[in-house]
Protein backbone atom coordinates (compact mmCIF):
# COMPACT_ATOMS: atom_id res chain seq x y z
CA UNK A 1 0.00 0.00 0.00
CA UNK A 2 1.41 3.62 -0.60
CA UNK A 3 1.39 5.90 2.02
CA UNK A 4 -0.67 8.40 2.33
CA UNK A 5 0.91 12.12 0.90
CA UNK A 6 1.41 14.50 3.60
CA UNK A 7 0.98 18.04 3.51
CA UNK A 8 0.88 21.28 5.88
CA UNK A 9 -1.21 23.62 6.29
CA UNK A 10 -1.46 27.29 8.07
CA UNK A 11 -2.68 30.47 7.77
CA UNK A 12 0.36 33.42 8.08
CA UNK A 13 1.38 35.83 10.73
CA UNK A 14 -1.78 38.76 11.22
CA UNK A 15 -4.25 36.57 9.60
CA UNK A 16 -7.22 34.74 12.08
CA UNK A 17 -9.32 33.55 8.96
CA UNK A 18 -8.88 29.78 9.52
CA UNK A 19 -12.89 29.11 8.56
CA UNK A 20 -11.62 28.33 5.01
CA UNK A 21 -8.36 25.93 5.53
CA UNK A 22 -10.44 24.22 8.07
CA UNK A 23 -13.01 23.36 5.37
CA UNK A 24 -10.03 22.46 3.00
CA UNK A 25 -8.63 20.50 6.04
CA UNK A 26 -11.31 18.20 6.21
CA UNK A 27 -11.68 18.01 2.36
CA UNK A 28 -8.35 17.43 2.06
CA UNK A 29 -8.17 14.22 5.00
CA UNK A 30 -11.96 12.51 3.71
CA UNK A 31 -9.87 12.11 0.48
CA UNK A 32 -7.08 10.09 2.25
CA UNK A 33 -4.26 12.73 2.81
CA UNK A 34 -2.85 13.13 6.31
CA UNK A 35 -2.65 17.16 6.97
CA UNK A 36 -0.60 18.35 9.13
CA UNK A 37 -2.02 21.67 10.33
CA UNK A 38 -0.34 23.96 11.89
CA UNK A 39 -2.90 26.60 12.26
CA UNK A 40 -3.50 30.79 12.01
CA UNK A 41 -1.41 33.23 12.86
CA UNK A 42 2.11 31.71 12.06
CA UNK A 43 5.37 33.29 10.85
CA UNK A 44 7.53 32.47 7.55
CA UNK A 45 10.26 30.97 9.51
CA UNK A 46 7.53 28.68 11.48
CA UNK A 47 5.71 27.26 8.18
CA UNK A 48 9.24 26.12 6.87
CA UNK A 49 10.68 24.44 9.99
CA UNK A 50 7.62 22.76 10.52
CA UNK A 51 7.36 21.54 6.95
CA UNK A 52 11.05 20.36 7.30
CA UNK A 53 10.62 18.65 10.23
CA UNK A 54 7.34 17.06 8.84
CA UNK A 55 9.04 16.26 5.65
CA UNK A 56 5.46 17.08 3.58
CA UNK A 57 5.18 17.13 -0.10
CA UNK A 58 3.93 20.64 -0.03
CA UNK A 59 2.69 23.47 2.38
CA UNK A 60 -1.05 24.63 1.68
CA UNK A 61 -1.44 28.14 2.40
CA UNK A 62 -4.78 30.15 3.11
CA UNK A 63 -4.17 34.32 3.04
CA UNK A 64 -6.69 36.64 3.93
CA UNK A 65 -4.80 39.50 5.04
CA UNK A 66 -3.59 41.33 1.76
CA UNK A 67 0.39 40.66 2.68
CA UNK A 68 0.31 37.58 -0.35
CA UNK A 69 2.89 38.62 -2.74
CA UNK A 70 5.52 38.80 -0.18
CA UNK A 71 4.34 36.03 1.85
CA UNK A 72 4.68 33.00 -0.29
CA UNK A 73 7.40 34.36 -1.90
CA UNK A 74 9.18 34.64 1.61
CA UNK A 75 8.06 31.19 2.40
CA UNK A 76 9.40 29.51 -1.25
CA UNK A 77 13.23 31.72 -0.71
CA UNK A 78 13.64 29.99 2.68
CA UNK A 79 12.63 26.49 2.19
CA UNK A 80 15.60 27.27 -0.88
CA UNK A 81 17.98 28.53 1.40
CA UNK A 82 17.32 25.42 3.79
CA UNK A 83 17.93 23.03 0.87
CA UNK A 84 14.72 22.46 1.37
CA UNK A 85 12.81 23.17 -2.20
CA UNK A 86 11.54 19.80 -3.41
CA UNK A 87 8.92 20.91 -0.58
CA UNK A 88 6.22 23.22 -3.16
CA UNK A 89 3.70 26.25 -2.06
CA UNK A 90 0.21 26.45 -3.02
CA UNK A 91 -2.73 27.98 -1.96
CA UNK A 92 -5.59 30.71 -1.52
CA UNK A 93 -7.10 33.59 -0.37
CA UNK A 94 -10.62 34.09 -2.05
CA UNK A 95 -11.04 37.44 -3.66
CA UNK A 96 -8.15 38.60 -2.04
CA UNK A 97 -5.67 37.32 -4.70
CA UNK A 98 -6.18 38.98 -7.71
CA UNK A 99 -5.36 37.11 -11.15
CA UNK A 100 -2.15 39.55 -11.59
CA UNK A 101 -1.08 38.68 -7.76
CA UNK A 102 -1.27 35.03 -8.64
CA UNK A 103 0.78 35.57 -11.83
CA UNK A 104 3.90 37.49 -9.75
CA UNK A 105 3.10 34.37 -7.04
CA UNK A 106 3.94 32.16 -9.40
CA UNK A 107 6.69 33.78 -10.99
CA UNK A 108 8.16 33.85 -7.32
CA UNK A 109 8.57 29.57 -7.18
CA UNK A 110 4.55 29.52 -5.98
CA UNK A 111 3.15 26.44 -7.49
CA UNK A 112 -0.62 27.41 -7.90
CA UNK A 113 -3.14 29.64 -6.30
CA UNK A 114 -6.99 28.75 -6.18
CA UNK A 115 -9.19 31.45 -6.96
CA UNK A 116 -13.04 32.02 -5.08
CA UNK A 117 -15.71 29.69 -6.94
CA UNK A 118 -13.24 26.67 -6.98
CA UNK A 119 -14.65 23.48 -5.57
CA UNK A 120 -13.34 21.04 -3.02
CA UNK A 121 -12.61 18.73 -5.16
CA UNK A 122 -10.60 20.21 -7.67
CA UNK A 123 -8.21 21.15 -5.21
CA UNK A 124 -8.20 17.41 -3.66
CA UNK A 125 -7.25 16.84 -7.77
CA UNK A 126 -4.61 19.10 -8.01
CA UNK A 127 -3.38 17.49 -4.61
CA UNK A 128 -3.00 13.98 -5.58
CA UNK A 129 -1.48 14.28 -9.12
CA UNK A 130 0.92 16.97 -8.23
CA UNK A 131 1.86 15.72 -5.12
CA UNK A 132 0.48 11.90 -5.22
CA UNK A 133 4.33 10.72 -6.07
CA UNK A 134 6.93 10.42 -3.44
CA UNK A 135 10.24 12.35 -3.80
CA UNK A 136 12.75 10.59 -5.87
CA UNK A 137 16.69 10.97 -5.87
CA UNK A 138 16.47 13.09 -2.99
CA UNK A 139 19.52 15.67 -3.21
CA UNK A 140 21.82 14.99 0.04
CA UNK A 141 19.83 16.48 3.37
CA UNK A 142 21.85 19.98 3.89
CA UNK A 143 21.06 19.87 7.78
CA UNK A 144 20.39 17.36 10.40
CA UNK A 145 16.70 18.25 10.99
CA UNK A 146 16.32 17.59 6.96
CA UNK A 147 18.19 14.42 7.54
CA UNK A 148 16.34 13.37 10.79
CA UNK A 149 12.84 14.02 8.86
CA UNK A 150 13.57 11.71 6.10
CA UNK A 151 14.49 9.19 7.97
CA UNK A 152 11.79 9.46 10.21
CA UNK A 153 9.81 9.20 6.56
CA UNK A 154 11.72 6.34 5.70
CA UNK A 155 10.55 4.23 8.32
CA UNK A 156 6.61 5.10 8.58
CA UNK A 157 6.65 4.03 4.66
CA UNK A 158 8.17 1.23 5.57
CA UNK A 159 6.00 -0.06 7.71
CA UNK A 160 3.16 1.26 5.55
CA UNK A 161 4.57 -0.49 2.35
CA UNK A 162 3.73 -4.16 4.27
CA UNK A 163 1.01 -5.61 2.16
CA UNK A 164 -0.57 -6.30 5.75
CA UNK A 165 -0.48 -3.66 8.60
CA UNK A 166 -0.35 -6.56 11.38
CA UNK A 167 -1.84 -5.06 14.38
CA UNK A 168 0.54 -3.68 17.18
CA UNK A 169 3.38 -4.85 15.76
CA UNK A 170 6.84 -3.58 16.56
CA UNK A 171 8.97 -5.62 14.42
CA UNK A 172 10.75 -4.58 11.42
CA UNK A 173 11.37 -6.60 8.32
CA UNK A 174 11.68 -4.68 5.19
CA UNK A 175 15.06 -3.22 4.29
CA UNK A 176 14.63 0.38 5.30
CA UNK A 177 13.32 -0.74 8.82
CA UNK A 178 16.37 -3.15 8.95
CA UNK A 179 18.15 0.06 8.99
CA UNK A 180 17.04 1.48 11.26
CA UNK A 181 16.12 -1.35 13.31
CA UNK A 182 15.92 -0.76 17.22
CA UNK A 183 17.26 -3.33 19.34
CA UNK A 184 20.89 -2.28 19.31
CA UNK A 185 19.60 1.45 20.67
CA UNK A 186 23.07 2.79 22.44
CA UNK A 187 22.89 3.09 25.69
CA UNK A 188 23.77 6.76 25.83
CA UNK A 189 20.62 7.69 24.43
CA UNK A 190 18.02 10.91 25.57
CA UNK A 191 15.55 10.50 28.21
CA UNK A 192 12.19 9.74 26.62
CA UNK A 193 9.24 11.42 28.13
CA UNK A 194 5.76 9.72 27.34
CA UNK A 195 2.27 11.34 27.63
CA UNK A 196 -0.74 10.04 27.34
CA UNK A 197 -4.58 10.40 28.63
CA UNK A 198 -8.37 10.83 27.02
CA UNK A 199 -8.62 13.52 24.62
CA UNK A 200 -8.74 17.07 25.12
CA UNK A 201 -7.05 16.65 28.70
CA UNK A 202 -4.27 19.09 27.83
CA UNK A 203 -1.57 16.99 26.94
CA UNK A 204 -0.63 19.56 24.12
CA UNK A 205 -0.68 22.47 26.14
CA UNK A 206 1.11 21.05 28.85
CA UNK A 207 4.26 19.70 26.77
CA UNK A 208 4.29 22.91 25.48
CA UNK A 209 4.34 24.79 28.59
CA UNK A 210 7.00 21.82 29.75
CA UNK A 211 9.32 22.65 26.44
CA UNK A 212 9.04 26.59 27.45
CA UNK A 213 10.69 25.83 30.71
CA UNK A 214 13.18 23.55 29.20
CA UNK A 215 14.31 26.07 26.68
CA UNK A 216 14.72 28.57 29.64
CA UNK A 217 16.66 26.26 31.96
CA UNK A 218 18.89 25.17 29.08
CA UNK A 219 19.85 27.69 26.65
CA UNK A 220 21.49 25.61 23.95
CA UNK A 221 19.22 22.63 24.51
CA UNK A 222 17.07 20.95 22.21
CA UNK A 223 14.17 18.60 22.85
CA UNK A 224 11.87 16.22 20.14
CA UNK A 225 8.18 16.01 20.18
CA UNK A 226 6.61 13.08 18.99
CA UNK A 227 3.12 13.36 18.16
CA UNK A 228 -0.02 10.93 17.20
CA UNK A 229 -3.28 11.83 15.89
CA UNK A 230 -5.43 8.70 14.78
CA UNK A 231 -6.07 7.53 11.52
CA UNK A 232 -7.73 4.59 9.71
CA UNK A 233 -5.68 2.50 7.83
CA UNK A 234 -5.22 3.67 4.22
CA UNK A 235 -7.37 7.24 5.25
CA UNK A 236 -6.38 10.72 6.04
CA UNK A 237 -5.65 12.25 9.01
CA UNK A 238 -5.53 15.73 10.98
CA UNK A 239 -2.42 15.98 12.82
CA UNK A 240 -3.26 18.92 14.36
CA UNK A 241 -1.15 19.01 17.80
CA UNK A 242 1.33 21.71 16.55
CA UNK A 243 -1.52 23.94 15.87
CA UNK A 244 -2.19 23.78 20.06
CA UNK A 245 1.81 24.63 20.45
CA UNK A 246 3.42 28.63 20.57
CA UNK A 247 6.52 27.45 22.44
CA UNK A 248 7.43 24.88 20.72
CA UNK A 249 7.86 26.84 17.61
CA UNK A 250 11.45 27.16 18.05
CA UNK A 251 14.39 25.68 16.24
CA UNK A 252 15.37 23.95 19.19
CA UNK A 253 11.97 21.84 18.77
CA UNK A 254 12.12 19.16 16.58
CA UNK A 255 8.48 17.90 16.60
CA UNK A 256 6.97 14.96 14.45
CA UNK A 257 3.70 14.20 14.17
CA UNK A 258 2.16 11.18 13.15
CA UNK A 259 -0.92 9.18 12.15
CA UNK A 260 -1.10 5.88 13.92
CA UNK A 261 -2.32 4.45 10.35
CA UNK A 262 -4.81 1.67 11.67
CA UNK A 263 -3.28 0.63 14.85
CA UNK A 264 -5.54 0.66 18.26
CA UNK A 265 -3.85 1.87 21.53
CA UNK A 266 -2.50 5.72 20.57
CA UNK A 267 0.62 5.02 18.82
CA UNK A 268 1.27 4.07 15.08
CA UNK A 269 3.29 0.98 14.06
CA UNK A 270 6.10 2.90 13.21
CA UNK A 271 6.50 4.42 16.65
CA UNK A 272 8.65 2.28 18.57
CA UNK A 273 11.58 2.70 15.53
CA UNK A 274 11.10 6.59 15.13
CA UNK A 275 11.25 6.97 18.95
CA UNK A 276 14.19 4.57 18.89
CA UNK A 277 15.92 6.91 16.45
CA UNK A 278 14.89 10.07 17.88
CA UNK A 279 16.06 8.68 21.41
CA UNK A 280 19.61 8.32 19.67
CA UNK A 281 19.85 11.90 17.74
CA UNK A 282 21.07 13.66 20.63
CA UNK A 283 18.25 15.90 21.82
CA UNK A 284 17.97 16.35 25.60
CA UNK A 285 14.78 15.16 26.06
CA UNK A 286 12.60 13.21 23.59
CA UNK A 287 8.58 13.58 24.69
CA UNK A 288 6.14 11.64 22.88
CA UNK A 289 2.34 12.08 23.13
CA UNK A 290 -0.42 9.57 22.23
CA UNK A 291 -3.47 10.12 21.22
CA UNK A 292 -6.85 10.45 23.38
CA UNK A 293 -6.87 7.10 25.16
CA UNK A 294 -9.43 5.44 26.66
CA UNK A 295 -9.90 2.88 30.02
CA UNK A 296 -8.00 -0.19 28.79
CA UNK A 297 -4.98 1.71 26.76
CA UNK A 298 -1.19 1.08 27.65
CA UNK A 299 0.54 2.66 25.18
CA UNK A 300 3.58 2.51 26.62
CA UNK A 301 3.71 -1.16 27.98
CA UNK A 302 5.69 -2.75 25.35
CA UNK A 303 7.53 -0.06 24.13
CA UNK A 304 10.19 -0.02 26.16
CA UNK A 305 12.01 2.93 25.55
CA UNK A 306 9.61 5.34 27.73
CA UNK A 307 11.69 5.90 31.09
CA UNK A 308 8.86 8.16 32.49
CA UNK A 309 5.21 7.77 31.97
CA UNK A 310 2.87 10.73 32.61
CA UNK A 311 -1.01 10.27 32.46
CA UNK A 312 -2.43 13.98 32.13
CA UNK A 313 -6.47 13.34 33.31
CA UNK A 314 -9.45 15.57 32.98
CA UNK A 315 -10.68 16.37 36.38
CA UNK A 316 -14.49 15.29 34.89
CA UNK A 317 -13.69 11.19 34.24
CA UNK A 318 -17.09 10.75 35.56
CA UNK A 319 -17.10 8.74 39.80
CA UNK A 320 -14.74 6.86 41.47
CA UNK A 321 -15.88 4.08 39.52
CA UNK A 322 -14.36 5.11 36.24
CA UNK A 323 -11.33 5.76 38.00
CA UNK A 324 -11.04 1.84 39.05
CA UNK A 325 -11.11 1.02 35.24
CA UNK A 326 -8.11 3.36 34.07
CA UNK A 327 -5.01 0.79 33.79
CA UNK A 328 -2.77 3.88 33.13
CA UNK A 329 -3.23 4.80 36.78
CA UNK A 330 -1.73 1.64 37.98
CA UNK A 331 1.22 2.64 35.43
CA UNK A 332 1.98 5.69 35.17
CA UNK A 333 4.68 7.34 37.13
CA UNK A 334 3.30 10.94 37.45
CA UNK A 335 -0.41 11.35 37.46
CA UNK A 336 -1.34 14.93 36.15
CA UNK A 337 -4.96 16.17 37.27
CA UNK A 338 -5.08 19.03 34.57
CA UNK A 339 -7.58 21.62 34.32
CA UNK A 340 -7.60 22.45 37.94
CA UNK A 341 -9.35 25.59 37.00
CA UNK A 342 -12.37 23.70 37.05
CA UNK A 343 -14.83 23.45 39.46
CA UNK A 344 -14.58 19.70 40.28
CA UNK A 345 -10.33 19.74 40.53
CA UNK A 346 -10.75 19.68 44.33
CA UNK A 347 -12.44 16.25 44.27
CA UNK A 348 -10.30 14.84 41.18
CA UNK A 349 -7.34 15.20 43.20
CA UNK A 350 -9.00 13.28 46.52
CA UNK A 351 -10.53 10.45 44.35
CA UNK A 352 -7.27 10.39 42.44
CA UNK A 353 -4.99 10.35 45.34
CA UNK A 354 -6.90 8.35 47.23
CA UNK A 355 -6.94 5.22 43.68
CA UNK A 356 -2.97 5.84 43.99
CA UNK A 357 -2.56 4.96 47.37
CA UNK A 358 -4.21 1.69 46.68
CA UNK A 359 -1.37 0.92 44.13
CA UNK A 360 1.20 1.04 47.05
CA UNK A 361 4.30 2.41 45.05
CA UNK A 362 5.64 5.53 44.86
CA UNK A 363 3.64 7.51 42.07
CA UNK A 364 3.48 11.00 41.67
CA UNK A 365 0.04 13.33 42.01
CA UNK A 366 0.20 16.99 40.38
CA UNK A 367 -2.46 19.10 39.51
CA UNK A 368 -1.87 21.58 36.91
CA UNK A 369 -3.59 24.52 34.88
CA UNK A 370 -1.75 23.66 31.80
CA UNK A 371 -3.31 27.28 29.82
CA UNK A 372 -2.20 29.02 32.37
CA UNK A 373 1.41 30.53 32.18
CA UNK A 374 3.30 30.35 34.89
CA UNK A 375 1.54 27.73 36.64
CA UNK A 376 3.37 26.66 39.56
CA UNK A 377 1.62 23.40 38.95
CA UNK A 378 3.59 22.64 35.96
CA UNK A 379 6.45 24.54 37.37
CA UNK A 380 6.35 21.45 40.33
CA UNK A 381 6.15 18.77 37.01
CA UNK A 382 8.62 20.21 35.23
CA UNK A 383 11.19 19.65 38.70
CA UNK A 384 9.76 16.21 38.61
CA UNK A 385 10.93 15.69 35.00
CA UNK A 386 13.78 17.08 35.46
CA UNK A 387 14.73 15.35 38.84
CA UNK A 388 13.67 11.53 37.71
CA UNK A 389 16.77 9.49 36.53
CA UNK A 390 15.58 7.69 33.19
CA UNK A 391 15.24 4.11 33.45
CA UNK A 392 17.72 3.36 30.61
CA UNK A 393 20.58 5.21 33.43
CA UNK A 394 19.29 3.19 36.19
CA UNK A 395 19.54 -0.09 34.18
CA UNK A 396 23.27 0.81 33.04
CA UNK A 397 23.90 2.00 36.31
CA UNK A 398 23.04 -1.34 37.51
CA UNK A 399 25.14 -3.40 34.95
C1 LIG B 1 -15.53 34.85 6.89
C2 LIG B 1 -14.77 36.16 6.92
C3 LIG B 1 -14.39 36.64 8.17
C4 LIG B 1 -14.64 35.90 9.46
C5 LIG B 1 -13.49 34.91 9.65
C6 LIG B 1 -13.90 33.61 10.29
C7 LIG B 1 -12.76 32.67 10.28
N1 LIG B 1 -12.47 32.11 11.46
O1 LIG B 1 -12.14 32.40 9.27
C8 LIG B 1 -14.59 37.08 10.49
C9 LIG B 1 -15.96 37.69 10.57
C10 LIG B 1 -14.11 36.72 11.89
C11 LIG B 1 -13.67 38.03 9.76
C12 LIG B 1 -12.91 38.96 10.39
C13 LIG B 1 -12.11 39.88 9.72
N2 LIG B 1 -12.07 40.08 8.41
CO1 LIG B 1 -12.85 38.87 7.14
N3 LIG B 1 -13.77 37.98 5.82
C14 LIG B 1 -14.49 36.88 5.75
C15 LIG B 1 -15.04 36.61 4.34
C16 LIG B 1 -16.49 37.05 4.35
C17 LIG B 1 -14.97 35.18 3.80
C18 LIG B 1 -13.62 34.48 3.83
C19 LIG B 1 -13.80 32.99 3.74
O2 LIG B 1 -13.61 32.25 4.71
N4 LIG B 1 -14.26 32.49 2.57
C20 LIG B 1 -14.59 31.07 2.36
C21 LIG B 1 -13.57 30.34 1.45
C22 LIG B 1 -13.79 28.83 1.54
O3 LIG B 1 -13.81 30.75 0.11
P1 LIG B 1 -12.86 31.78 -0.67
O4 LIG B 1 -12.39 32.82 0.27
O5 LIG B 1 -13.55 32.19 -1.88
O6 LIG B 1 -11.58 30.88 -1.08
C23 LIG B 1 -11.56 30.04 -2.22
C24 LIG B 1 -10.17 29.79 -2.71
O7 LIG B 1 -9.35 30.90 -2.61
C25 LIG B 1 -9.71 28.61 -1.90
N5 LIG B 1 -8.76 28.78 -0.83
C26 LIG B 1 -8.74 29.63 0.18
N6 LIG B 1 -7.72 29.36 1.00
C27 LIG B 1 -7.08 28.27 0.52
C28 LIG B 1 -6.00 27.53 0.97
C29 LIG B 1 -5.59 26.40 0.28
C30 LIG B 1 -4.44 25.59 0.79
C31 LIG B 1 -6.26 26.03 -0.91
C32 LIG B 1 -5.82 24.84 -1.64
C33 LIG B 1 -7.32 26.77 -1.36
C34 LIG B 1 -7.74 27.88 -0.65
O8 LIG B 1 -10.88 28.06 -1.29
C35 LIG B 1 -12.04 28.69 -1.78
C36 LIG B 1 -12.57 27.82 -2.85
O9 LIG B 1 -13.65 28.32 -3.51
C37 LIG B 1 -14.16 37.57 3.46
C38 LIG B 1 -14.88 38.23 2.29
C39 LIG B 1 -15.04 37.30 1.14
N7 LIG B 1 -16.24 37.24 0.64
O10 LIG B 1 -14.08 36.62 0.72
C40 LIG B 1 -13.75 38.64 4.48
C41 LIG B 1 -12.36 39.35 4.36
C42 LIG B 1 -11.31 38.32 4.04
N8 LIG B 1 -12.15 39.89 5.70
C43 LIG B 1 -11.59 41.03 5.68
C44 LIG B 1 -11.27 41.77 6.84
C45 LIG B 1 -10.72 43.15 6.61
C46 LIG B 1 -11.46 41.25 8.12
C47 LIG B 1 -11.13 41.95 9.44
C48 LIG B 1 -9.77 42.65 9.48
C49 LIG B 1 -12.29 42.90 9.73
C50 LIG B 1 -12.09 43.78 10.96
N9 LIG B 1 -11.80 45.03 10.72
O11 LIG B 1 -12.13 43.29 12.08
C51 LIG B 1 -11.21 40.81 10.45
C52 LIG B 1 -9.84 40.15 10.69
C53 LIG B 1 -9.92 38.84 11.43
C54 LIG B 1 -8.58 38.26 11.73
N10 LIG B 1 -8.34 37.92 12.98
O12 LIG B 1 -7.77 38.10 10.86
C55 LIG B 1 -11.34 41.50 4.27
C56 LIG B 1 -9.87 41.40 3.88
C57 LIG B 1 -9.45 42.62 3.06
C58 LIG B 1 -8.04 42.57 2.55
N11 LIG B 1 -7.17 41.66 2.90
O13 LIG B 1 -7.73 43.41 1.77
C59 LIG B 1 -12.30 40.64 3.46
C60 LIG B 1 -11.85 40.36 2.02
C61 LIG B 1 -13.66 41.38 3.47
C62 LIG B 1 -13.63 42.67 2.70
N12 LIG B 1 -14.06 42.67 1.45
O14 LIG B 1 -13.23 43.66 3.21
N13 LIG B 1 -13.69 37.81 8.46
N1 LIG C 1 -9.76 25.08 31.42
C1 LIG C 1 -8.62 24.58 31.00
N2 LIG C 1 -8.49 24.27 29.71
C2 LIG C 1 -7.30 23.74 29.30
C3 LIG C 1 -6.23 23.53 30.19
N3 LIG C 1 -5.22 22.97 29.49
C4 LIG C 1 -5.64 22.83 28.23
N4 LIG C 1 -6.89 23.30 28.11
C5 LIG C 1 -7.72 23.37 26.89
O1 LIG C 1 -8.16 22.06 26.55
C6 LIG C 1 -8.26 21.93 25.14
C7 LIG C 1 -7.51 20.69 24.69
O2 LIG C 1 -6.12 20.88 24.94
P1 LIG C 1 -5.01 20.02 24.21
O3 LIG C 1 -3.70 20.40 24.83
O4 LIG C 1 -5.14 20.10 22.75
O5 LIG C 1 -5.44 18.56 24.71
P2 LIG C 1 -4.85 17.15 24.26
O6 LIG C 1 -4.95 16.26 25.42
O7 LIG C 1 -3.50 17.31 23.67
O8 LIG C 1 -5.88 16.74 23.14
P3 LIG C 1 -5.73 15.55 22.05
O9 LIG C 1 -4.35 15.60 21.50
O10 LIG C 1 -6.78 15.87 21.04
O11 LIG C 1 -6.02 14.30 22.80
C8 LIG C 1 -7.72 23.22 24.55
O12 LIG C 1 -8.79 24.04 24.22
C9 LIG C 1 -6.91 23.82 25.68
O13 LIG C 1 -6.85 25.23 25.64
C10 LIG C 1 -6.38 23.91 31.56
O14 LIG C 1 -5.52 23.76 32.38
N5 LIG C 1 -7.61 24.42 31.89
MG1 LIG D 1 -2.79 16.78 21.77
Known amino acids: ?????????????CDGHDSAINTIN????????????????RSVSDIVRAAIQEDVRAIGISSYNGGHVEFFAEVVNLLCKHGADEIKVFGGGGGTITDVDATAMRRKGVDKIFFAGTSLSEMVQFVRRQYGKPHRKRARAKTADIDLARKLTEIEDAFTSRKRPTPNAQRPTSKAEKKHQTSKIKHQRSPVIGFTGPGGAGKTTLIDELVLRFLRKSPKGRVAILSHDPSVVGEGALLGDRATMINSQNDRVFMRSMATRGQAGGLSPATHDCLALLSRASFDYVIIETVGTGQEAMPFRKNGIVDLNVLVMNPDYGSRLQLQKIVMLDLADVVVVNKSDLQRARTAHTEVEQRLEQNRRSQQLVDTVAKRHRDPGVDRLFDLISASEPASRRKDRKK
Not at 2 to 11: D, G, W
Open 26 to 41: LEFIRHGIEVVYLGYH
Open 1 to 13: MASPIRILTAVPI
